[in-house]
């Protein structure tokens, strides 16, 4: 099956058995590893990416639905010189701990942010409901949330 | 071809009927996790998310007609003066999840524990399926027939839920042991119908299938006094009605939760459903 | 990585070395890893707790699409067996299968779907036998023997004073259960095993301890050390799940025959099968108390279920039974600890590694005799709190610093967190979250106190060492610090804390890494809270040996100095138990607050506040973020997570049913360190990364008690348990002692000892 997608503003354009899923199309075709595969199944936003920019789990997107359509990734948002907002708040809180989940979170604030900069705790909770974390007990990870909103104040 | 993308309904149902091996996919947010798993090999998908009319709702002849391509993050979002279903809404999943859950999704898996399905019973809705051979449409109970069993036809798509509007306060509600990203333990859903002077309530992952509790409800649609909304219910009356709601599910014990929990449960939610909706209605 | 900042010394909040390329997703693990003409390997396990294998057939699956390899205990050129104390584990099930997801075949192929699908095509005849799936089970003299040296893996007594028989005025005793929790990270296994033209491989792998894993690997492989290179790809997580080998041999068998990469990773499905977890115990505890609350005698009778191989079962009851009595002077202690072999997925190293369990137990006790005596909770514990030059169960003197009484004031000290309105709150604002259950209805609040202990480091005599080399190099910029450590950093900040210490000793800014492999020695496993101790020291004596050499003169040259820190001698157990089996000892006290929808028997945490005795805080928000993760898992532990078997086999092997906390369960955590500096310790450190999980699950079972008043005896707690249609569990009476040749693991008994490649027989016909 013939998919053409625009990924982080690049049409790219792959053969993939049928029913594989975006996140295999991204990480396994494209090589774009940043997305993380740790449940398969949707339950830890791991593989948080935008699909015509609404946040989905990459897992759970069949590749034939990107066909024609934009993804973006965590590559996008920011290089190791010119990290996005989000992202150097993640490093400057200690939010990153074995960083595992820490693409799917940069990108899920990411999201939140641009539809709410200013969140308050319980909205950032719930807007997080779908990401995991086994490492950091998640209050450095609300903290970075907290500080992103202000530094892009 | 091993990828079909229609852009109409016309082209999904002509595609369904010509590729019965290409499995639906919408929100993909059930389907998916059984391919990743193996537990399904599609040779091929339908896939449905281009299908702009399947998202779209509307009001029409005293009834709220929701295509089956709704994502319940646009239900939540939108659908605000139907609290039930937004509240059913919310409590799927993550944002992740409800930017591509649907609620044809819901009907399709036809789990017992699916989020919207105690609503749409609640509402006593219709489920509307179409095929190159017309459009038919059945009540929810006719629709779903057991754990992840659907009367839907080989050749039939999932087109959308339809049911009458009703005036009256309602709520959805789901047990789960952790605070969120949980597969209902038990839900309910009651909807006041003030016109017909009737309460509804439905149930959820307490059976094959989502059911109603007929006794139950006849009991709440007796003791309320319809007249005069400030009257409460007395605790006893709210106690009773837990009761019969907990006596029409025949809970299982699985993996999730005990039966004995369930029962004791949905006695709990019942009773509190209708105390809300009793205050709601004093307040409105 | 090359960090260049200015505030990165000892004490600060250095930023992460490794932050970057984590938060762009540059950073690559185990399973992301990827090669020129690599396959993928799929393992093929075992669907039965106790089987006999009467054949293999891959013959399917060899043809299958794609498919270049299969390979089973028939193709296993060396060693068929590997285990991190025993090699009582086999590469590939060997006529006969002892758990459920057992490893019976891998298979390569050229992409991943065709590697599982080739896997399903593997046919295995299976007899299945008797399994025994039950620790009290496993002790009976009918039970299915899962190895022919018995059942019993290992039994540890502890004898202090007169044992249990003492007089006492009071009396109290509890029956406590705790679950088979998962370490669950995030990262699941994954490595890349390449193979080299000279018959040698390099292995680059997700895990705790690459020697360890080396060590196996060659024995298995038939090829001496120097042919097998390790080196740590990221590891998403551990948490004592990647001390065990899981994919390495498989991966390098592969290579070697394939001639080509083969990477291998587990899904998360697999993954729960692939890797050990916590054992679940059973305790039978007494304390005997005057009416003043001074305790003077503690009985404990603790069984835990190791599972179908050994792995570190034998530390792990080892380490239970010595803290099993609690932080606390009492003058007559008797311990009898069992860790058992059943047909049950093998069980091992998990952070806290037996503490958690033996702290549960003991902490409800004494809340039980505090209610008996009508003495404040906190007020016993501080009668009888340890202090330094107090002597252990086991004989040994608490030389450092034990500051029990104030971790216990300190946590005390925290502010609760303020009231909340019963009505009108966000409905996620209530237990039950997103669920819209409530609208304050049946609301209690509870506290809850617990206080833990531990060890650091490895115990009972084993010769723990680690190695670190650092080089100091002249450049145009100012002095540059290069350190070469084997260590794994799986998220806590070692890494971190490694270059503030080459920071502060050298005196400049800039320290690089290099990629941690077996081609320097070994650092021993990240673990047991011991590395920012023992890494920590050899970073810290390479730099002053360094320093020695430089003298005042300047840098000309680079000087590179290799440092290997030992910590100070411990021994083993006697035959009453006795010795010095620990390093050192470190404390905490946790308060945890809830608040239970009493009627629906959900429960929301309100706050967790955890005072620590840390030692020195090398960098306070990594310190805190040690403290906050490790509280998240013990919540877990209290609240929602548990294996849950049936005939052992696991029902919940997803994130759908195995839950661990979102962020909507872990609540706000403040964190309190104690510094009393370990003496002997680099920067007189204790270990930060255990302890709030060993004292959170005690500290929430004891806030659900005060907030229902149901005596709850069991972790995690249900909602049947908070409303009662459950009740406590029961037991049978304590479980038989077992007779036992000694102290120590029984298979050490029989001669086998890591390195010894006695097979363990399949049963005979």
């Known amino acids: 099956m013939t998919i053409t997608t625009t990924v982080n503003g690049v049409e790219r354009t792959v053969d993939v058995p049928p029913a594989t899923s975006l996140l295999t199309l991204l990480r396994d075709e494209l090589g774009l590893t ?103 007990g998640y209050s450095k990870i609300v903290a970075a949330v907290h500080l992103a909103a202000e530094t892009a104040a | 071809m091993s990828g079909l993308s229609p852009g109409t309904l016309a082209e999904a149902l002509e595609a369904r009927a010509a590729h019965p091996e290409a499995v639906p996919i919408a929100g993909g947010t059930d389907l998916m996790v059984a391919v990743n798993f193996g537990r399904l090999r599609p040779e091929s998908l339908l896939d449905l998310s281009g299908v702009a009319e399947l998202s779209a709702w509307e009001r029409r002849n005293g009834a709220l007609r929701i295509g089956a391509g709704a994502t319940f993050a646009r239900i939540a979002s939108d659908l605000g003066e139907f609290p039930p279903l937004v509240q059913a809404a919310r409590t799927v999943g993550s944002p992740q999840i ?72 309602g709520s959805f ?44 409800e006849s009991f709440a649609s007796d003791a309320l006094d319809w007249d005069d909304p400030e009257r409460p219910l007395p605790a006893t009356t709210l106690h009773e009605f837990g009761a019969f709601a907990a006596a029409a599910a025949h809970p299982i014990d699985d993996v999730r939760g005990s039966a004995a929990y369930r029962r004791h449960a949905v006695d709990v939610l019942a009773r509190r459903a209708l105390a809300w909706a009793v205050d709601d209605r004093r307040a409105a | 990585m090359s960090v260049r900042t200015r505030s990165g010394r000892v004490g600060e909040s250095a930023r992460r070395v490794d932050g970057v390329p984590k938060v762009t997703g540059a950073y690559a693990y185990g399973s992301d890893l990827r090669a020129e003409h690599m396959l993928w390997g799929a393992t093929v396990r075992s669907p039965h707790a106790s089987a006999r294998i009467h054949g293999i057939d891959v013959g399917d699956a060899a043809r299958a699409a794609g498919v270049a390899c299969v390979l089973t205990a028939a193709d296993l050129p060396a060693a068929r067996t590997f285990g991190l104390e025993f090699a009582d584990q086999p590469v590939f099930a060997d006529g006969v299968v002892r758990y459920v997801g057992e490893p019976v075949a891998v298979v390569a192929a050229e992409t991943l779907a065709e590697a599982r699908r080739a896997a399903d095509l593997v046919t295995v005849e299976y007899e299945p036998l008797p399994a025994v799936t039950d620790m009290e089970q496993a002790l009976r003299p009918d039970a299915p023997l899962v190895h022919e040296l018995g059942n019993v893996l290992r039994h540890v007594h502890i004898r202090h004073g007169t044992g249990a028989e003492v007089d006492a005025e009071v009396w109290v ?45 060659a024995l298995c492989l038939g090829l001496p050390d120097e042919m097998v290179r390790v080196t740590l790809a990221g590891v998403g997580g551990a948490f004592g799940s990647r001390e065990d080998i899981h994919m390495q041999i498989h991966a390098c068998l592969l290579a070697l025959r394939t001639r080509r990469p083969v990477k291998i990773v587990y899904g998360r499905e697999e993954s729960f099968h692939g890797h050990v977890h916590r054992h679940p115990s ?65 069980c091992g190293a998990m952070r806290g590694f037996g503490a958690p369990q033996v702290c549960f137990a003991y902490e409800s006790a004494m809340d039980e005799l505090a209610a008996k005596l009508g003495i404040d909770a906190l007020e016993l514990r501080l009668r009888n709190a340890v202090q330094t030059g107090s002597v252990l169960p086991t004989g040994q003197v608490l030389e450092g610093p034990a500051p029990v009484r104030e971790v216990i004031e300190r946590c005390r000290s925290v502010p609760l967190p303020p009231d909340e309105p019963l009505v009108g709150r966000d409905a996620i604002a209530y237990p039950g979250g997103a669920g819209n259950v409530g609208r304050g209805e049946a609301l209690k609040r509870g506290v809850g106190y617990a206080v833990g202990y531990k060890n650091v480091a490895y115990s009972e005599g084993f010769d723990d060492a680690a190695e670190a080399t650092v080089t100091l190099r002249p450049s145009a910029d100012g002095p540059v610090a290069v350190i070469r450590t084997a260590a794994v950093d799986y998220g806590q900040g070692l890494y971190t804390v490694l270059a503030q210490i080459a920071r502060t000793e050298l005196d400049l800014d800039e320290v690089v890494f290099e990629p941690s492999s077996t081609d320097s020695g070994s650092a021993g496993s990240t673990s047991a809270s011991r590395q920012t101790t023992m890494s920590g020291g050899a970073v810290l004596g390479a730099c002053r040996a360094i320093r020695e050499t430089l003298g005042e003169g300047p ?98 092997a997803s994130f759908t049913d195995y839950l661990i906390p979102t962020i909507l369960d872990v609540p706000r955590i403040v964190s309190e360190f104690i510094e009393q500096p370990e003496p002997d310790a680099p920067y007189g450190v204790k270990g930060i990364g255990e302890l709030a999980t060993v004292a959170v699950t005690p500290a929430v079972l004891a806030a659900l008690r005060a907030a229902t008043g149901r005596p709850l005896n069991r972790a995690p707690v249900r909602p049947d348990d908070l409303v009662g249609i459950e009740p406590p569990v029961r037991s049978n009476g304590r479980a038989p002692i077992p007779d036992v040749p000694g102290q120590r693991p029984i298979p050490e008994y029989h001669g086998l000892g890591l390195g010894q490649q006695q097979l363990m027989k399949a049963r005979e016909r």
């Not at chain 1, 900069?117 to 990401?131: K, M, Q």
């Not at chain 3, 919540?635 to 005939?647: K, N, R, S």
């Open chain 3, 555 to 652: 840098l000309e040259e680079p000087i590179a100095r290799t440092f290997t820190y030992h910590h100070r001698p411990t021994t083993g157990l006697d035959e009453e138990g006795q010795g010095r089996p620990h390093v050192s000892f470190s404390f905490a006290a946790v308060r945890a607050v809830v608040e239970v929808d009493e009627e629906l028997g959900l429960v929301r945490v309100l706050q967790l506040a955890a005072a620590q005795d840390a030692g020195r805080v090398m960098n306070p928000q990594g310190a805190e973020g040690q403290v906050e993760g490790a509280a998240a898992m013990g919540l877990g532990l209290a609240l929602t997570e548990e294996v849950q078997l049936a005939d052992g086999a696991i029902r919940n």
């Open chain 1, 34 to 136: 940043g997305s993380k595969n740790a449940c398969e199944q949707g339950e830890c936003g791991s593989c948080s990416v935008w699909l015509d920019g609404e946040l989905v789990c990459a897992c759970l997107v069949a590749a034939v639905q990107a066909d024609g359509r934009a993804v973006r990734t965590v590559e996008d948002l920011g290089q190791p010189d010119r990290l996005h907002t989000v992202q150097d708040a993640f490093v400057a809180t200690g939010a990153v701990q074995c960083g595992f989940c820490t693409p799917g979170f940069v990108v899920a604030v990411a999201d939140l942010l641009e539809r709410d900069p200013h969140p308050s705790d319980e909205t950032i909770r719930e807007a997080l409901a779908g990401n995991l974390c086994r490492c950091t």
């Open chain 2, 98 to 169: 409800r930017n591509r859950a649907t609620i044809g999704g819901n009907l399709a898996t036809a789990s017992p524990a699916g989020d919207a399905l105690p609503v749409l019973a609640a509402y006593g809705g219709d489920v509307l399926l179409a095929s190159v051979r017309g459009e038919r449409r059945l009540r929810w109970d006719e629709f779903l027939l057991g754990p992840k069993r659907s009367a839907l036809a080989e050749d039939e798509l999932i087109v959308g839920v339809e049911w009458p509007l009703v005036d009256g306060p």
């Open chain 2, 173 to 216: 509600a789901k047990v789960g042991t952790r605070n969120a990203m949980v597969i209902a333990i038990a839900s309910v859903s009651l909807q006041l119908d003030t016109k017909a002077r009737k309460v509804r309530l439905a149930l959820g992952s307490v059976a094959p299938t989502v059911v109603r509790a007929p006794e139950a």
């Open chain 3, 173 to 217: 005793e509890g029956y406590y259960e705790t679950a088979m929790q998962d370490q669950a990270a995030l990262g699941p296994e994954g490595g890349l095993a390449v193979p080299a033209a000279d018959g040698s491989v390099d292995l680059y792998v997700a895990t705790q301890w690459l020697h360890v894993d080396r060590q196996q690997m």
């Open chain 3, 282 to 346: 059973r305790s039978w505890i007494r304390y005997g108390a005057k009416r003043d609350g001074r305790l003077v005698a503690a009985d404990v009778r603790l069984l835990m279920d190791g599972g179908a191989y050994a792995s570190s079962s034998g530390p792990v009851v080892g380490n239970a039974a010595t803290f099993a009595a609690g932080p606390y002077d009492i003058p007559n202690v008797a311990v009898e600890a069992t860790a058992v072999y059943t047909n049950n997925p093998p």
